[in-house]
């Protein structure tokens, strides 16, 4: 655990430095954090995908509670608009958001920003809640997904970066999109019902929903480079 | 699942898409899952879709919080939350080199129950579906000996299949290790275990319904 001093943010001065500062935390890293704090950081905008990355990774090596006020900040207010659009009641909504961020808190050491994006993990994580919740109330029960498994200690520089990369591009993806085409991505994740529902939703056949879905899918495919 | 075999059947993109976005039936979840474990193709199509959630989330326009919301979750950050209960799971005798997902367990597995000769099932009961009354979550482990047809089935919804060993073949093709197997209710089929016997997960939507002799004895006995 890295306490907030200076010390180790110096260059290693020996070997032995090297291998014991290594152990703690991978030093590629740590220059991050201290630019994530020391920057004169705007807190009012909107946290990009690599501040999300280094705070998180804050949070994770150092139970850092500034960063995690940072991230509520971000989050918290994103989380309760998307279960307000999924159509939760505001009182639920909000207390999905912080059960959210406390989970967020929790379980920061198994985030691994080079297999998902932190936005995408935060998603993962309250979307893991709101099926817990919906199987609390007894309504047809969607599928909880396990825990990630554990992340990879030392990442590669290389992973990271596309990794933040592909967060950018799918945002930038989904603005590619007709407005039909993105309808029917966003009540995927919405509306919390089978395909042949949101067919009955928007008076369409259900063939056209899905055949919409489809072409979505394949052209989120084609921006993000046939990895998806 | 053997890691050397590469599946070569997989989950719809509709289902995967569901199962991202979280509103996929629960028993077809687990399936699907049990299925991401020896399956990196489908791991990386799901980490896409997850992204697009991601993305969604991160795009919202923020709400406006209750103004004791960070203060409430701040005087949480020490708590520390009750482990869950361990599983309880019969004791399936499989063949020693079967390798199971690590997902089935999280799982409590039932007694094993015949289904005509050399077919055997376990009903499986899904982490938080304890309460009684938890509908929709049918998910069951079959196991069929070497060369034997395993029961003639149709469904009132969708189903996952998920060979854990070995293989069958039904009216759509041949499954092996690893493979998922997607049907609906338009399908009326009856796998038959290949040479090296048959171990699956199904999870189905709504009813398995049972034809022939065994689909008397179901509907007798108003299963």
Redesign the interface.
């Given at each position: 655990m890295i306490q907030p001093t200076g010390a180790c943010v110096k260059a290693p001065v020996s070997r032995y430095d090297a291998k014991r500062s290594a152990a703690r935390v991978p030093l590629s890293r740590v220059p991050l954090y201290w630019a994530a704090l020391l920057s004169p950081v705007d807190i009012t905008a909107?946290l990009d995908?690599a501040a999300q990355v280094r705070l998180i990774g804050l949070v994770a090596e150092a139970q850092d509670?500034q960063a995690?006020?940072l991230l509520?900040k971000h989050?918290?207010?994103?989380?309760?608009?998307?279960h307000?659009?999924a159509g939760l009641a505001d009182g639920a909504?909000?207390e999905l958001?912080?059960e959210t961020?406390?989970l967020l808190?929790?379980k920061a050491a198994g985030f691994d920003p080079a297999?998902?994006?932190?936005?995408?993990?935060?998603?993962?994580i309250?979307?893991?809640l709101?099926?817990?919740a919906a199987?609390r109330r007894?309504s047809?029960?969607?599928?909880?997904?396990?825990a990630w498994p554990e992340a990879d200690p030392s990442p590669s520089a290389e992973a990271l970066i596309l990794e933040n990369e592909?967060?950018i591009r799918?945002?930038g993806?989904?603005d590619t999109l007709t407005a039909a085409q993105r309808h029917v991505?966003?009540l995927?994740?919405?509306?919390?019902?089978?395909?042949s529902s949101i067919a009955t939703s928007l008076k369409l056949p259900l063939g056209t929903v899905?055949s919409r879905?489809?072409q979505a899918?394949t052209r989120?495919?084609e921006q993000?480079g046939g990895?998806? | 699942m053997s890691p050397r075999h590469h599946p070569t059947h997989h989950p719809a993109?509709?289902t995967l898409?569901?199962?991202?976005?979280?509103?996929?039936?629960?028993?077809?979840?687990?399936v699907?899952?049990a299925h991401m474990h020896g399956c990196a193709q489908c791991r990386?199509?799901i980490?896409?879709?997850?992204?697009?959630?991601?993305?969604?989330?991160?795009?919202?326009?923020?709400?406006?919080?209750?103004p004791t919301?960070?203060a409430?979750?701040?005087a949480?950050?020490d708590e520390t939350?009750a482990p869950a209960p361990a599983p309880r799971q019969a004791k399936l005798n499989l063949p020693p080199d079967t390798v199971l997902p690590p997902?089935l367990a999280?799982c409590d597995i039932g007694p094993s129950l015949w289904l005509g000769r050399g077919v055997r099932f376990n009903k499986l009961r899904?982490?938080?579906?304890a309460?009684a009354?938890?509908?929709?979550?049918n998910v069951i482990l079959v196991r069929a000996a070497a060369n034997r047809p395993i029961f003639r089935h149709t469904h009132t919804a969708q189903e996952l299949t998920l060979i854990l060993r070995g293989g069958y073949t039904d009216i759509t093709g041949q499954y092996a290790t690893g493979d998922t197997a997607e049907s609906d209710a338009t399908l009326l089929h009856q796998p038959r275990a290949d040479a090296e016997g048959c171990i699956c997960l199904l999870a189905f939507e709504g009813r398995l319904l049972l034809t022939g002799w065994l689909g008397w004895c179901q509907r007798r006995l108003g299963g």
């Open positions: 909107p995908a509670r995690f006020a509520f989050f918290a207010p994103r989380l309760k608009a998307f307000l659009r909504a909000e958001a912080q961020m406390l808190w929790r297999r998902a994006g932190a936005a995408t993990w935060v998603f993962t309250t979307r893991n709101r099926i817990d199987r007894q047809p029960l969607p599928g909880q997904l396990p592909r967060a799918m945002r993806a989904l991505i966003e995927s994740f919405f509306a919390d019902t089978p395909h899905k879905i489809r899918l989120l495919r993000l990895e998806a | 993109d509709a898409l569901r199962l991202a976005a979280g509103t996929l039936n629960a028993g077809l979840a687990f699907a899952q990386t199509r980490a896409a879709f997850e992204a697009v959630g991601g993305a969604l989330l991160d795009s919202q326009p923020p709400a406006t919080l209750a919301a960070f409430a979750v701040l949480r950050l939350p997902i999280t899904l982490p938080g579906t309460q009354g938890a509908p929709q979550t």
